[in-house]
């Protein structure tokens, strides 16, 4: 009889996302590794306005599952309108788009 011992092998889910979640474009570069590492976001302010944002320090990154939906999430700090801001860019990879969570 099973119990369903090894039925859930797809790795851990990390949940859902917390926080304030909008869409950016992102330019990046792909290692020839394979490694993502973002070098510039572009988003909406309030106001409609495109800003771009080139000033971005990557802290750390980490392969997660939202819902079952795998993503690279990066820790980083980037300066909007002349102050450092602790952000969290999400790239989900099945869907090939950008999300920027401020936490």
């Keep these: 009889m099973a119990f369903g011992i090894g039925i859930?092998?797809?790795?851990?889910?990390?949940?859902?996302?917390?926080?304030?979640?909008?869409?950016?474009?992102?330019?990046?570069?792909?290692?020839?590794?394979?490694?993502?590492?973002?070098?510039?976001?572009?988003?909406?302010?309030?106001?409609?306005?495109?800003?771009?944002?080139?000033?971005i320090t990557v802290h750390s990154q980490e392969k997660k599952r939202y819902a079952g939906v795998p993503s690279i999430e990066y820790d980083c700090t980037i300066v909007l309108h002349d102050q450092s801001v602790r952000v969290w860019l999400i790239y989900y990879q099945s869907e090939n788009r950008w999300v920027i969570n401020l936490r």
Excluded: H, Y
């Design 8 to 55: 859930n092998s797809s790795g851990a889910d990390a949940g859902s996302v917390r926080g304030t979640q909008k869409r950016i474009g992102c330019q990046c570069w792909f290692t020839s590794t394979g490694k993502v590492m973002p070098l510039m976001l572009k988003i909406q302010d309030e106001n409609g306005e495109i800003q771009t944002i080139r000033e």
